[in-house]
């Protein structure tokens, strides 16, 4: 009985000794007398610094648990409310700190002067980084990052997920600053809960290269730097879903993250045959119908010393595999603009494609610092990738706008009919394809850096390294039916069945080393130089399998077969077409530069001097040569920026560079592998230069919330390399041969306004406004003719987008509107002008309703107006609707019921305009369907488990925006 009673006595004792500390209260509205859900509740040492802190639940309620005992300063915050500071003083003899009900006051906060009012602001200036907030945005139970993204001024998502935040392309998406499957933004924007962000910021993120040497190598890339929130730090979070929706609609993600100030763990999966439904439920979804799969896990790690410590080390690794099937249907029309007489080539086609692809990407990246002197970094990569494919296309080209001819609303259709029609009297040929293919490669790199620092004014030394090799197989089998129906031609009706072999491989290495010199304070002189050699070589054998009798048939045999006899396949090998080439270039590339840094100026220019020599080891039919090419770089590159406050700033920025034609292009060759489209090269072609500007200006009001953007670029090539074609009208053969031309330029602009304004900011409105101009010009020729006329197509497009929401703490109201027009004209022929415009307007309502349920809708007008093919001008009203039900311990869990384009409406139309042509297309889409989601969260802060997030964490799964995963969409966020 002692010895029970003795290992009783042990065992409280060591549960008393492991026991947490707790820290408890209530927050409410001192004037309401109401509880505040998802008030902060930090708790802080007594030098200030972060230990720990949750949000209230939906009662107000809160209970903090603590490791150590001690003294403590709580504080608690709220979005529109004055801070409140409690003391807690935690000990064996008193392990809870009951901190009552703490009242807090509605009224303007001061933070280091600058005025935070009840309502957070949605956009703030803060130099030269853009920071959204978080809370400022609604968006759907179980939305990822993409929603937050699309809501956000001047932002700008495309159906393949290409991301625009004021007119640049973001390349990368960072997590509280680090690298985030670095190279692949997608992953981020379809697996990474909004729930658990806080904040925004997108910035123009330097090289590693530049970082560390001061030297600007003009790679520096636009991110989007995701801030989590603070109170999940140290805690692991996951979210998973299932959904089962009409037509056999499915999809399934997983997500689970873990981060601390010194490393993070992420694991993502998911599942889907919604065209990745991510991107723009209620928009269309995207290029056909797929099914995709991916996964991917991401991890770093540093040992705790400071960024610039001696000794500090990190780590940064992440893996990630994807594999789509697609089943894309498309029809197009389009115009090639011939001759000032006024000639054009009409064409339309319809095409069948299924296509499967697999990927797999590594990356690592580790820095260390021996001393405080030196930094050492490395950086390898490896990638796979397959993909096989099968399409179906049939064509018909004609010489006059067949839409002319009454009666006629199906050209192509009418085409490949037995119906005798007048449109096959402007008919020139219609082409019948079938294609299927395979491809595999491999790729790695590496990419390593030894810095030194010579002393603390600047000056240092560095030298780095790059090396890549790649190989890759393809496979491809295309069979053409082509007829003709000019008089002149209609006896030369052709067929092909074509085989064609592709291997290739690459490898290169490169040195450099830097030095950067002080010169006087703030300036500094510097200086590289780069040596590098590449290697590569492809080999494409094109065999004509349609010279053997028993393969001159559409069908027989299957296609992507190949006859069983060697011989017989060697035999059919068309010389006239095949070639191989060995590419090797030798670099030599030498930088100085000028660099000015100051509290409120940073200038920064430079030039770069690339000598270059390429030999190339070419064999085509009876061409067997070897050619050398030695050419002389030079790119300039100025950059000023300009601080004039905490909040805004000014830069202006010009780039030059000189390109050279390609090796093969120069050669005088001819491939006619294609008999429709046939290409020749020119020995003559001359380097092109190319001029840069950029000019950028932001503003921030704090106290208003008001801030504004303006951003214009010019961009001018001389010399540049365009195609000139060449028409017969009989056949519709196009015959094109690179030239130098003069005239290509084009400029564009864009102007962000967003402000918030009412008692308590409860209304904004945001503004985007957008333009490009281009001039565009090539050469065309027609018939017998031996020149070629310079044809000029000026393309204008405006854009305009607004918003104005009205939001309380249950309710939020919204209308936008847009519009889009687009004037091309084409000097060649003024008949061939053309005038686009789409509208889309209409609104939106989100309202939480009780016991935790959320209704969201939208509905808008989308137009289009100006297109030839009549049938794609259309007024296409599109409704979505949600409501959502969240139930178990703090709102774990959540059912939800979508609906998308109710009215079965959505249709996927573009148009695309070059100096030669216009066309407009059109492709399905997964548009219109409804789905049951089930959503719940997992989450464990500091060794506790919280379904949800009640009590003990941070609340998950407000009030929603709109249909989960991906939001009803905003007019503006696709083009």
Aim: aromatic share 10%; glycine share 8%; hydrophobic share 30%.
């Amino acid at each position: 009985m002692k010895k029970l009673l003795l290992s009783l006595c042990a065992c409280l004792t060591i549960v008393a000794a492991h026991a947490q500390y707790t820290v408890s209260g209530k927050v409410t509205d001192k004037a309401a007398g109401t509880p505040i859900e998802l008030a902060t509740i930090q708790l802080l040492n007594k030098d200030s610094s972060y230990v720990n802190g949750i949000s209230t639940s939906k009662n107000g309620i809160f209970s903090l648990s603590v490791k150590k005992a001690g003294e403590y300063l709580v504080k608690i915050s709220f979005i529109g409310y004055n801070a409140e500071y409690r003391h807690a003083t935690l000990s064996k003899k008193a392990p809870e700190a009951k901190l009552g009900t703490v009242a807090l006051n509605t009224s303007e906060v001061m933070l280091k002067g600058a005025t935070v009012t009840a309502k957070a602001a949605k956009v703030e200036m803060k130099s030269d980084t853009f920071q959204y907030n978080a809370s400022a945005y609604r968006v759907p139970v179980g939305s990822t990052l993409e929603n937050l993204v699309e809501q956000l001024p001047g932002a700008e998502v495309s159906d393949d997920g290409t991301i625009k935040i004021n007119g640049k392309t973001v390349k990368q998406i960072l997590l509280n600053g680090k690298d985030f499957f670095k190279g692949d933004t997608k992953i981020a924007m379809k697996n990474l809960p909004t729930e658990l962000v806080s904040n925004i910021k997108s910035y123009e993120k330097k090289s590693d290269y530049t970082k560390q040497t001061g030297i600007d190598d003009g790679n520096e890339e636009t991110v989007l730097d995701i801030g989590l929130k603070k109170e999940l730090k140290e805690s692991w979070v996951s979210n998973a879903s299932l959904g089962y929706g009409s037509k056999d609609r499915y999809t399934g993600d997983l997500f689970v993250n873990r981060y601390t100030d010194h490393d993070h763990e992420t694991v993502f999966g998911n599942a889907n045959n919604t065209g990745d439904r991510h991107f723009g439920p209620g928009r269309g979804g995207g290029s056909g119908l797929s099914a995709n799969k991916s996964a991917g896990f991401d991890a770093g790690w540093d040992n705790g010393k400071k960024e610039e410590e001696a000794g500090r080390f990190e780590i940064n690794g992440n893996m990630r595999w994807s594999h789509s099937a697609t089943d894309r249907q498309s029809r197009s029309n389009s115009e090639t603009f011939l001759n000032s007489a006024g000639t054009s080539s009409f064409s339309n086609s319809r095409s069948q494609d299924y296509s499967h692809s697999s990927n797999f990407n590594y990356r690592m990246w580790l820095k260390w610092k021996p001393d405080s002197m030196t930094t050492v970094m490395f950086a390898p990569e490896y990638s796979y990738s397959e993909s096989n494919n099968w399409s179906q296309n049939r064509t018909a080209t004609f010489n006059n706008d067949p839409y002319s001819i009454a009666g006629i609303t199906d050209p192509l259709g009418t085409m490949f009919s037995d119906t005798a029609s007048a449109l096959k009297d402007i008919a020139v040929n219609t082409n019948h394809r079938i294609s299927t293919g395979n491809s595999s490669s491999n790729s790695a790199s590496y990419w390593a850096m030894v810095v030194r620092k010579l002393n603390s004014k600047g000056r240092n030394i560095s030298i780095s390294s790059n090396g890549n090799w790649g190989n890759s197989k393809s496979k491809s089998f295309s069979r053409s039916d082509i007829k003709y129906f000019q008089e002149s031609a209609a006896s030369r009706n052709t067929f092909t069945n074509q085989y064609s072999n592709n291997p290739s491989e690459n490898w290169g290495l490169s040195g450099r080393i830097s030095y950067s010199e002080p010169i006087v304070k703030n300036l500094f002189a510097q200086a590289s130089y780069e040596y590098g050699y590449s290697y590569s070589n492809s080999d494409r054998s094109l065999y004509q399998l349609d010279s053997l009798p028993a393969w001159r048939d559409m069908y027989s045999p299957v296609i992507g077969t190949l006859p069983t006899d060697a011989d017989s396949l060697r035999m059919t090998l068309n010389m006239r077409n095949s070639q191989y080439a060995t590419y090797k270039n030798y670099t030599h590339k030498m930088s100085v530069g000028v660099r000015y840094n100051s509290k409120n100026l940073q200038f920064h220019a430079a030039v770069n001097f690339e000598p270059r020599k390429t030999k190339l080891e070419y064999q085509k039919d009876r061409l067997d040569t070897v050619v050398t090419r030695n050419v002389f770089n030079v790119s300039p590159n100025v950059r000023l920026r300009y601080k004039i406050s905490n909040t805004s700033e000014m830069n202006i920025r010009y780039r030059g560079s000189s390109s050279q034609p390609s090796m093969t292009d120069l050669l005088d060759v001819t491939d006619d592998s294609n008999p429709l489209y046939i290409s020749k090269g020119n020995p003559g072609l001359k380097p092109s230069w190319n001029n840069y500007f950029e000019l950028f200006y932001n503003n921030y009001i704090v106290k208003s919330q008001t801030g504004w953007m303006a951003r214009l670029t010019f961009n001018q090539t001389s010399n540049s390399i365009s195609n000139a074609m060449h028409y017969d009208e009989n056949t519709g053969v196009r015959t094109t041969r690179p030239e130098n031309i003069n005239g290509n330029w084009n400029t564009d602009g864009d102007f962000m306004f967003n402000t918030s304004f009412g008692k308590n900011k409860n209304w904004t409105i945001g503004s985007y406004t957008g333009y490009n101009y281009s001039n565009n010009v090539g050469y065309v020729s027609t018939g017998n003719d031996t020149t070629s006329s310079k044809n000029t197509t000026k393309n204008l497009t405006l854009r305009e987008h607004l918003r104005l929401t009205f939001r309380t703490g249950l309710f939020e109201f919204g209308v936008r509107g847009g519009v889009s027009y687009q004037h091309a004209k084409n000097e060649l022929q003024t008949n061939a002008n053309l005038d686009t415009w789409n509208f889309n307007y209409g609104g939106e309502l989100n309202v939480t309703l009780p016991w935790n349920m959320q209704l969201s809708t939208d509905i808008r007008m989308n137009s289009r107006k100006g297109y030839a093919d009549h049938s794609m001008n259309t007024n296409e009203l599109i409704w979505n609707a949600q409501i959502a039900q969240s139930f178990l311990k703090g709102n774990a869990a959540t059912l939800s019921l979508q609906f998308y384009d109710i009215l079965h409406n959505q249709s996927n139309v573009s148009r695309s305009i070059t100096a030669q042509m216009r066309s407009d297309s059109w492709n399905n889409s997964i548009n219109s369907y409804f789905m049951l989601n089930f959503i719940y969260r997992l989450n464990i802060f500091g060794g506790k488990n919280n379904a949800g997030s009640n009590e003990g964490g941070p609340k998950f799964g407000g009030p929603g925006r709109g249909p989960g995963r991906g939001g009803f969409g905003r007019p503006g966020g696709r083009r």
